[in-house]
């Protein structure tokens, strides 16, 4: 039988971050081959990080990189807050952000993802990332929110002479956090479930027949596109207008062409 020596297992944790016991073990299964250990290791770090998977990712970051023309966000979940802080872990959403940047995607860095989740004994998954690129009079604005770096936003806009009306809109992505752009891309059957919660409600029965439509139009309004749809929420700073985004988006002289918000946790 191979003596597995300490110098041995040294090396094998110093190539795969592995802990001691696991790669004296993987030593000793694989009679000592240093390569046959170092595929033991990443196929159990692959199995571990699969059983990992269904585990909640309340934690983690968002990056944001914007540089002249081109822009990308990317969003990176973990389970725990220390994690979300091992340079390790922030070195790989870096990565990933850098890696969507330049065009790529963040799937071709999957065995790196497997390998850290394997690492550092968590579920690390890509929650969410995009790139943009403006064009011709087209501006690129982002928000993060700091210091947590846990919810953020890109947007894409034309018009308007004050950058700062795309980057609040930016901020206000981050605090309403809408699901549909316009009322047009919400799917019928979801409106049509929404209007039958909202007639079988109490509220709207305990008023006479010939007005319950017209309730249930306007909470449909109010409550549902209102809260779901970007162009029509509120937006989120009162002092500055208590229109629609929509709206105020429009009296800025301001057209939205893309956006995305991605938050962790």
């Known amino acids: 039988m191979t003596e597995i020596t300490a110098a041995m297992v040294k090396e094998l944790r110093d190539a795969t971050s592995a802990g001691m016991m696991e790669c004296k073990r993987a030593l000793q299964e694989t009679a000592g081959d240093f390569d046959d250990a170092v595929k033991l290791l990443r196929e159990k770090g692959m199995a571990s990080a699969a059983k990992r998977a269904d585990r909640e990712t309340s934690e983690g970051k968002v990056g944001v990189m914007v540089r002249d023309n081109v822009g990308a966000i990317a969003a990176i979940g973990c389970e725990t807050e220390p994690v979300s802080n091992n340079d390790d872990f922030l070195a790989y959403a870096e990565k990933v952000l850098r890696t969507v ?11 790196e993802r497997v ?37 953020g936003a890109l947007v894409r806009t034309k018009g ?5 009306v795309a980057r609040s809109l930016a901020l206000h992505l981050t605090f309403a956090r809408p699901t549909y752009a316009a009322r047009d ?39 549902f596109y209102g809260e779901s749809v970007l162009t029509e929420q509120t937006w989120y700073r009162a002092d500055e207008s208590t229109a629609t985004v929509g709206k105020y988006l429009a009296e800025q002289g301001v057209e939205l062409v893309d956006y995305a918000w991605y938050a962790v946790g």
């Not at 998954?125 to 700091?146: F, I, P, T």
């Not at 007639?199 to 409550?223: F, H, M, T, W, Y």
């Open 115 to 151: 390998e850290l989740a394997a690492r550092l004994g968590e579920n690390i998954q890509v929650a969410g990332a995009k790139r943009m690129e403006a064009e011709g009079d087209e501006v690129l604005s982002s928000y993060v929110h700091a210091p947590a770096n846990k919810v």
């Open 185 to 223: 891309e919400v799917p019928q059957e979801l409106v049509d479930a929404e209007r039958e919660i909202l007639a079988n409600s109490d509220e709207v029965k305990s008023k006479p027949e010939n007005v319950r439509d017209k309730i249930v139009e306007g909470q449909l309004s109010k409550k």
């Open 160 to 164: 308007g002479g004050d950058a700062a």
């Open 101 to 111: 940047f330049d065009g790529g995607d963040a799937s071709s860095l999957e065995d």
